[in-house]
């Protein structure tokens, strides 16, 4: 059986879908949206357009829907999708609490339709790569990760401004970058959340946030969004107790990691003479004392998930973005947003 998409909020993302799904053999039928000039766009596209959820709902063209709206009506238009027979997957946030997600999971059992989460951001070359080195041991074992973006914008965008619709970057970003640790670490969890977020340009919700995050393996996270920074960091830096990896940006064109070369003869001393004074510890590691490495090929492709969802419908194959890590995601967010209001640190088990 061919997936056959309908969906719901004909905007940018759901453009992007649009435009995207077919690489993975997707067939996409039809599009409702409550703008009328979306509605318009989606008719020059190629697609029926509905006026009416119920009329769009209905339809038999569809077996899939795909919802892409602002993040405080995911729960009713995926709980009226399933209800109709369709299966559903949400764009990311699934939805905004923990207890709407357990609704959501509970009407996905009882009518034997696929839930699940547009969690794209698992395919991305920088995590994969990163996760490659660790996972093969290329800097020993991880002590601390850091994974951060970056941008210059300031302002953002539409609905993503106000609290009401579930704005925020803590939505918007922190849920790949934090979906993205928790599906490396599927079962070391969390133990405690340090949390801050803050609004920079006098918006509504918060437009930079650093969280800190101890595992119970005792690995150090930090995750970091800024949308008002201008100058860069890495994308991802990892400490390991064996070396130290480094990946500048999304398409890891800048970066490696670097590890000790042993031998039988001792480091020379180094000794750098800052303003102040001397330091030998924080002197560079002379140059035969180290090797550096490129980082790895890794070949990944975000189609792959449109691809799990026609052979979950046709029995083939498991979800790939299960209910239960969705469910993991929003708990820590939950933690995230406690951890801030409180301003203190928690203890968690998530």
């Given at each position: 059986?061919?997936?056959?998409?309908?969906i719901?909020?004909?905007?940018?993302?759901?453009?992007?879908?649009?435009?995207?799904?077919?690489?993975?053999?997707?067939?996409?039928?039809?599009?409702?949206?409550?703008?009328?000039?979306?509605?318009?766009?989606?008719?020059?596209?190629?697609?029926?357009?509905y006026?009416?959820?119920?009329?769009?709902?209905?339809?038999?063209?569809?077996?899939?829907?795909?919802?892409?709206?602002?993040?405080?009506?995911?729960?009713?238009?995926?709980?009226?999708?399933?209800?109709?027979?369709?299966?559903?997957?949400?764009?990311?946030?699934?939805?905004?609490t923990?207890?709407?997600?357990?609704?959501?999971?509970?009407?996905?059992?009882?009518?034997?339709?696929?839930?699940?989460?547009?969690?794209?951001?698992?395919?991305d070359?920088?995590?994969?790569?990163?996760?490659?080195?660790?996972?093969?041991?290329?800097?020993?074992?991880?002590?601390?990760?850091?994974?951060?973006?970056?941008?210059?914008?300031?302002?953002?965008?539409?609905?993503?401004?106000?609290?009401?619709?579930?704005?925020?970057?803590?939505?918007?970003?922190?849920?790949?970058?934090?979906?993205?640790?928790?599906?490396?670490?599927?079962?070391?969890k969390?133990?405690?959340v340090?949390?801050?977020?803050?609004?920079?340009?006098?918006?509504?919700?918060?437009?930079?946030?650093?969280?800190?995050?101890?595992m119970e393996?005792?690995?150090?996270?930090?995750?970091?969004?800024?949308?008002?920074?201008?100058?860069?960091?890495?994308?991802?830096?990892?400490?390991?107790?064996?070396?130290?990896?480094q990946?500048?940006?999304?398409?890891?064109?800048?970066?490696?990691?670097?590890?000790?070369?042993?031998?039988?003869?001792?480091?020379?001393?180094?000794?750098?003479?800052?303003?102040?004074?001397?330091?030998?510890?924080?002197?560079?590691?002379?140059?035969?004392?180290?090797?550096d490495?490129?980082?790895?090929?890794?070949?990944?492709?975000?189609?792959?998930?449109?691809?799990?969802?026609?052979?979950?419908?046709?029995?083939?194959?498991?979800?790939?973005?299960?209910?239960?890590?969705?469910?993991?995601?929003?708990?820590?967010?939950?933690?995230?947003?406690?951890?801030?209001?409180?301003?203190r640190?928690?203890?968690?088990?998530?």
């Amino acid at each position: 059986m061919k997936l056959k998409l309908g969906i719901i909020g004909y905007g940018g993302m759901g453009h992007w879908h649009g435009a995207n799904a077919p690489r993975a053999g997707v067939e996409v039928v039809s599009v409702y949206d409550v703008d009328p000039e979306r509605l318009k766009m989606g008719r020059e596209n190629g697609f029926k357009a509905y006026e009416r959820l119920e009329d769009f709902l209905a339809s038999d063209e569809i077996n899939f829907v795909l919802v892409a709206t602002p993040n405080d009506v995911h729960k009713e238009l995926a709980i009226a999708a399933m209800k109709a027979g369709k299966h559903v997957m949400v764009e990311k946030p699934a939805t905004l609490t923990v207890a709407d997600w357990d609704e959501m999971v509970k009407v996905s059992q009882e009518t034997g339709r696929i839930l699940t989460v547009h969690q794209n951001r698992r395919w991305d070359r920088d995590y994969r790569v990163m996760r490659k080195v660790v996972e093969e041991g290329g800097i020993g074992k991880p002590l601390s990760i850091e994974s951060r973006v970056f941008g210059t914008g300031g302002a953002l965008f539409g609905w993503r401004g106000f609290p009401q619709f579930g704005g925020g970057m803590v939505y918007d970003w922190g849920v790949h970058l934090f979906d993205q640790i928790l599906d490396m670490y599927p079962t070391t969890k969390v133990k405690s959340v340090y949390a801050k977020l803050m609004t920079v340009l006098d918006q509504q919700v918060d437009d930079y946030f650093k969280v800190l995050l101890t595992m119970e393996n005792d690995l150090v996270v930090q995750v970091e969004v800024g949308t008002f920074a201008f100058y860069k960091l890495p994308r991802w830096y990892v400490i390991g107790n064996g070396g130290t990896l480094q990946i500048d940006d999304f398409d890891c064109k800048s970066g490696g990691y670097t590890k000790p070369r042993y031998t039988d003869t001792p480091i020379a001393p180094v000794v750098v003479q800052t303003p102040a004074g001397p330091t030998r510890m924080m002197a560079p590691r002379p140059a035969d004392s180290k090797e550096d490495f490129p980082l790895p090929k890794v070949e990944t492709d975000w189609t792959d998930l449109y691809r799990n969802l026609a052979a979950v419908m046709n029995g083939e194959e498991e979800l790939i973005v299960k209910p239960h890590q969705v469910r993991r995601v929003l708990q820590l967010i939950e933690a995230i947003f406690q951890s801030s209001k409180e301003g203190r640190s928690l203890e968690v088990c998530i």
